[in-house]
């Protein structure tokens, strides 16, 4: 077995393989650049190398110096965790050069699976189906336009190298082409170092499910179940869960042969996924086509542990050690179900805008990798709830590497516990200092078409098309959030006639409140035995000092956690996938509350504004120029993906104030319109 690891990568990934490594007695190496200098995966290696400048480029996808720090180091072996190198097989054949192990396949089945328009030609020779399409590289523009023709409409464009929903757009019409062909290229060569781009056509109704694969070096290759993947933003994943609710028994077995045939065609061993597109139009569960292989471990790993019991860091570091497979297919199993959602820096109120900044406050609901380096790995987590970070309090989410903040997985007996578990640990999590995501995924475990299990990934585009606004509110939760905006409002009033010593009697927490939540308002009166809403009784048990920025309570039975921040009319209380801007005014008053003069907000509407900070790739108009509608004005790059930023309304180009490759700040404005 090894003796160290050096890990070339960075974050929870870097994390989480310390935290396998330690548990088999295997010393770490942690590499890292000027941003990650204090991060906690640093902090939790046996040792830390620098290797460069913040971006990526100058330093995590920089070969020569990974390997340069595992001989420093003396490390033996490398594990390259997923994104970065961990995919290029010219890092793999260097390591081998140098008498470094790779954690992870064999090169030539990188070189095979890792050519998204090579492994397409070879999953055809194996008999594999795959989706319909052109076999080949698009030379440009007009050449992807006659190519999606003749394919038929809608298409998907793909960077062949890319992954992780980089380098892709959906094209419906030529004009789509036209607009985000070079845009694909250019994502493809600035994430993957390639700019060449297949076309393929796109399956209706679809549902992104993949299987997970494991091989040792002794011919042993099996499946471990698959993964649903279709809940997709700008085809990115947001929720995986295992197993899917819409395979069954025999799906699965001829999926799952079907994906190790294609990995022994490679020679395949290490971790790998085979990802699959299925037609959920087909009752029969039988049309489903070969997209990809995926030579690395995935994002979405956690929850084929939690549903197997196997750990496939540990598993994919002793099959690279030379151990075989000590599981056979039929001791594979599946206990229980397991839900992941990616806790993204990103702002689903502001159109999912990326969201850069330090995390003023970070309270996972449970200890992540990074607060808890001594407790013994386990795949299902406390009670059923895992969370996979790699930041902390006070650190910073940077606009060189991916949003995601953490990875929430939690696992049930059921689907719906496993929903329900996540629910209740997304309203555990407190995060200030910048935009996530929290709300959002709260609201699709909610979501009535989420728990049918009735799932595409056109999921989100066809459930939220006007944008997000919050979860929905019952006029039950509304009922109980007043009696706990009650209690807070009577326990603050309380503790502000104390501290100025105004009370000449026994206090008595006693108070009767106006509190309006959205376009409802509920009278809530407390005294020191009862607490009533609109004149019911409410059974309401919590714990609540003034400072609190959660609060746990449990009104009528019911478990409730309630982020809070004080405003100037009351309390902003967030809770269920959604933010309740709550007025609180002593009953005594409230009648005033309809005198209050709203204030109009400024029409911004004729400045293009950069809505993160980012590149300003491209600017497709100057001054004088007349712009419609929908009209494509300028592109902004933040983390690694492209924005198209467009016209609101029809107008013309009054003023230009940046230029194409200037670094621009949020706000910042671009040019006006009159």
Not at 34 to 60: C, K, L, N, T
Not at 162 to 171: D, E, F, I
Not at 202 to 213: A, K, S, T, V
Request: glycine fraction near 10%; charge should be negative; hydrophobic fraction near 45%.
């Amino acid at each position: 077995m090894f003796k160290k690891i050096l890990i070339a990568n960075r974050g929870e990934i870097a994390c989480r393989v310390i935290k396998t490594a330690r548990r088999m007695g295997i010393a770490t190496v942690a590499v890292y650049s000027d941003a990650d200098a204090r991060a906690p995966f640093v902090q939790m290696a046996d040792e830390a190398v620098h290797i460069g400048p913040s971006p990526a480029a100058q330093s995590y996808l920089i070969a020569d110096k990974i390997i340069a720090a595992a001989k420093q180091t003396g490390a033996d072996a490398v594990h390259p965790g997923y994104g970065f190198l961990s995919e290029r097989t010219s890092f793999a054949e260097a390591l081998a050069a140098d008498g470094i192990a790779f954690v992870g396949p064999p090169v030539n089945a990188i070189a095979a699976m890792g050519d998204k328009i090579e492994s397409k030609k070879l999953a055809l020779k194996a008999g594999v189906n795959v989706v319909p399409g052109f076999v080949g590289e698009i030379d440009d523009t007009e050449h992807a336009v006659r190519i999606s023709a003749e394919i038929g409409y809608p298409v998907m464009m793909k960077a062949s190298a890319g992954g992780g929903g980089k380098g892709m757009r959906l094209a419906y019409s030529e004009q789509d082409v036209r607009e985000g062909f070079e845009a694909v290229k250019r994502e493809g060569l600035n994430s993957f170092g390639d700019d060449r781009v297949f076309i393929e056509k796109f399956i209706l109704n679809p549902r992104h499910i993949e299987i997970q694969i494991l091989g040792d070096q002794h011919g042993n290759i099996l499946y471990l179940n698959e993964r649903e993947c279709s809940i997709q933003r700008r085809h990115q994943k947001v929720v995986e869960e295992a197993p899917s609710p819409f395979v069954t028994p025999k799906m699965r077995q001829a999926m799952g042969e079907q994906c190790v045939a294609l990995a022994r065609a490679v020679g395949y061993y290490s971790a790998g996924t085979v990802e699959l597109i299925v037609s959920g139009a087909d009752p029969s569960g039988e049309s489903f086509y070969f997209l990809e292989m995926n030579t690395r471990l995935q994002v979405e790993h956690p929850v084929t542990e939690a549903i197997t019991g196997i750990d496939l860091v540990e598993q994919m570091i002793r099959v690279a050690a030379g151990e075989k497979l000590e599981i056979t297919q039929a001791q594979v199993k599946i206990d229980g179900w397991a839900i992941e959602n990616r806790v993204y820096a990103e702002d689903p109120y502001r159109g999912f805008l990326p969201s850069t900044g330090r995390l003023v406050r970070y309270r996972p609901p449970v200890p992540g990798w990074a607060d808890d380096d001594t407790s013994v790995y386990t795949g299902r987590g406390v009670g059923g709830v895992r969370v996979d970070d790699g930041v902390m309090e006070g650190g910073e989410v940077s606009m060189f590497y991916d949003p995601m903040i953490a990875k929430l997985v939690t696992w049930g007996a059921t689907r719906d516990e496993a929903a329900d578990k996540q629910i209740a640990a997304l309203d555990g999590f407190e995060i200030d200092g910048l935009g996530h995501n929290i709300d959002f995924v709260s609201a699709i475990m909610q979501h009535p078409r989420f728990r049918s299990g009735e799932l595409t990934t056109g999921f989100i585009a066809e459930e939220y098309p006007d944008g997000f606004h919050g979860a929905a509110t019952s006029p039950e939760l509304a009922a109980k959030l007043a009696a706990v905006a009650g209690f807070i409002a009577t326990a603050r009033d309380d503790r502000a006639r104390r501290v100025d010593d105004q009370l000449a009697h026994e206090l008595s927490p006693t108070g009767e409140w106006s509190v309006k939540i959205g376009d409802t308002r509920h009278e809530v009166a407390l005294d020191e035995d009862d607490i009533s809403v609109d004149g019911a009784a409410v059974d309401l048990a919590m714990e609540y000092t003034p400072g609190d920025r959660l609060v746990h309570a449990e009104v009528d039975g019911e478990a409730l956690s309630v982020r809070i921040e004080p405003t100037r009319m009351g309390l902003k209380m967030t809770t269920r996938g959604h933010i309740h801007q709550v007025e609180l005014l002593p009953s005594r008053v409230a009648a005033l509350a309809g005198h209050m003069i709203a204030k109009i907000p400024p029409d911004l509407s004729k400045f293009l504004i950069c809505p993160m900070p980012g590149l300003l790739v491209a600017l497709h108009v100057k001054v004088g120029d007349k712009v419609e509608a929908g009209q494509p004005l300028a592109v902004v790059e933040a983390m690694k993906m492209e924005n198209i930023l467009r016209a609101e309304k029809s107008a013309t180009v009054k003023t230009v104030n940046a230029a194409a490759g200037e670094s621009l700040a949020v706000d910042a404005v671009i040019l006006e319109l009159e």
